[in-house]
Nanobody, 116 residues
């Protein structure tokens, strides 16, 4: 079992930046890591993914603004969020998974609020 814990959420103004961190309890270097988010009244959506070799993918809504990265020796993945908009307000969840095996671990979520 892999425990996944997010941190770094908070309240920011539109146009500002925030960096989220996610740390796993054990080696996660072979896992695909992802960030998802769920806004009030909305379904959970995929924000970004990064493979063990560093290949990234982003939702269209965050391309050019968000960057996902990972530090495998630290078992940590980051989400750098720039030019934040009110519509980015959501609970952000970190996920570690191995598609071929079905292993899938989720963090507890961290709140990001973008408001004036």
């Amino acid at each position: 079992q892999v425990q996944v814990v997010e941190s770094g959420g908070g309240l920011v103004q539109p146009g500002e930046s925030l960096r989220l961190s996610c740390t796993a309890s054990r080696s996660s270097s072979t896992y695909v890591m992802a960030w998802h988010r769920q806004a009030p009244g909305k379904q959970r959506e995929l924000v970004a993914t990064i493979t063990s070799r560093g290949t990234t993918n982003y939702a269209d809504s965050v391309k050019g603004r968000f960057t996902i990265s990972r530090d495998n020796p630290k078992n940590t993945v980051y989400l750098q969020m720039n030019s934040l908009k009110p519509e980015d307000t959501a609970v952000y969840y970190c996920r570690a998974y191995l598609p071929i095996t079905g292993l899938d671990y989720w963090g507890q979520g961290t709140q990001v609020t973008v408001s004036s």
